[in-house]
Every structure is written in C-alpha cells, then in structure tokens.
Nanobody, 130 residues
C-alpha cells in the first residue's frame, strides 16, 4: 500500500505561482512512477505531469501545462513537487498526486492520459482568478 498526502494548494491571481508537494509513505521506492492529475467540477480527469527516476530523471507533461509547470522528486524524502508558474484561470482544479508501478514508457504516458490506477491522495484545491 502507498499513502499520498498533498499540500500547497491555494488561491492566486492569474500569472502567479504555486508549489504543490506530495509526501508518499508505505511501500514506496524510487522505481514507482509518480505524478499529478487534476479535475475541475463537471470535467473529466486530466493528466498533468509524470516523473520516472530509475536510471535517470524522466519527466513528461500535458500540452496544456508544458513550459509552465515543473515536476520534481526528492527520493530521500519520498516527496514529489509540482512547481506551477504563469497560472491561468483554466488551471483551476483539484490537483491529485498519484503513484503506480509502471515501466518508463507507460509512466510518462500518464502525464497525458491521466489514467492513474493504483494510488492517489485526497487532492489539494488550486484556484486561479483573473
């Protein structure tokens, strides 16, 4: 079992920044794929970012956030982060940290398909006003 706890959400104006954190505990190791997805009211789940660290750091992003968001991982702390810059009102959503045991290719695809299946946290709300 893996437990995930997100933090760092809040309300910002458009153009602002936020940094989300996700602390993982339980049966975690650096080989597990981790990432973020989001869901806004009335909308489907949307992939945001994924990170795979065995053999080197590999990341991938949804087109909607590429160039604005950065995912990172501190294996010593079992924590991943999502640095969100140049936030826009359409980034408003509840953001969830997720984990799944996948190979590199499938892990990086999660950034786009958001189809995380194994573990996710309770989420943290991000609200961006115009």
């Amino acid at each position: 079992q893996v437990q995930l706890v997100e933090s760092g959400g809040g309300s910002v104006q458009a153009g602002g920044s936020l940094r989300l954190s996700c602390a993982a505990s339980g049966n975690t190791d650096k080989s597990i794929c981790m990432g973020w997805f989001r869901q806004a009211p009335g909308k489907e789940r949307e992939g945001v970012a994924a990170i795979y660290t065995p053999g080197g750091v590999n990341t991938n992003y949804a087109d909607s956030v590429k160039g604005r968001f950065t995912i990172s991982r501190d294996n010593a702390k079992n924590t991943i982060y999502l640095q969100m810059n140049s936030l826009r009102p359409d980034d408003t959503a509840r953001y969830y940290c997720a984990a799944e045991r996948l190979n590199r290719l499938l892990c990086l695809l999660r950034a786009r398909d958001g189809g995380w299946k194994d573990y996710w946290g309770q989420g943290t709300q991000v609200t961006v006003s115009s």
